[in-house]
């Protein structure tokens, strides 16, 4: 067992903890930004794992969550417009949070691996994770006035 093993262990502890109590309490938005939440959480761990265990597969689990999990989160959004519309949970805090880790792991892998192709999935993977957290988590709040017509 190396550092980034034990680094992956702490991050889903943490966050699948964090995932787990808010889908399993509140509101039906707030277990939307839970949800929301998770993917937030298992493509650091994921990429922490990649490079624990020397498997660049788990890169491209990583990047494919990173793709469809925003994804999903908006047509939860879409589905849920007339429950959202009174205002959705206020978890920027949190959104802000996820969003610091997986820019954090991100760098952290770019250093250990330093440059070449695997770099450049690298922050293709984190520009996904946290410009998709970023635009899902809005969309969970209130979603976007100009899309509304409001």
């Known amino acids: 067992m190396n550092g980034w093993i034990v680094?992956?262990?702490?991050?889903?502890?943490?966050?699948?903890?964090?995932?787990?109590?808010?889908?399993t309490t509140g509101s039906l938005p707030r277990r939307a930004v839970a949800?929301?939440?998770?993917?937030?959480?298992?493509?650091?761990?994921l990429l922490l794992l990649a490079q624990g265990y020397g498997r660049t597969s788990y890169v491209d689990l990583a990047l494919l969550a990173a793709l469809l999990g925003p994804i999903g989160t908006l047509v939860f959004a879409r589905l849920l417009a007339d429950d959202l519309a009174g205002?959705?949970?206020?978890?920027?805090?949190?959104?802000?949070?996820?969003?610091a880790l997986?820019?954090?792991?991100?760098?952290?892998?770019?250093?250990?691996?330093?440059?070449?192709?695997a770099m450049v999935k690298l922050l293709v993977i984190g520009a996904l994770l946290i410009g998709g957290n970023l635009v899902a988590s809005r969309s969970?709040?209130?979603g976007f006035r100009e899309v509304r017509g409001d």
């Not at 680094?7 to 808010?22: K, P």
């Not at 949800?35 to 761990?45: A, K, R």
């Open 35 to 45: 949800q929301n939440l998770t993917t937030s959480v298992v493509c650091p761990v």
């Open 140 to 142: 969970l709040s209130g």
């Open 87 to 99: 205002g959705g949970p206020g978890a920027w805090a949190l959104t802000w949070a996820a969003a």
């Open 7 to 23: 680094a992956a262990a702490a991050v889903l502890a943490g966050g699948g903890a964090a995932a787990l109590w808010g889908v």
């Open 102 to 117: 997986g820019a954090g792991v991100v760098v952290a892998l770019c250093v250990a691996g330093g440059p070449g192709r």
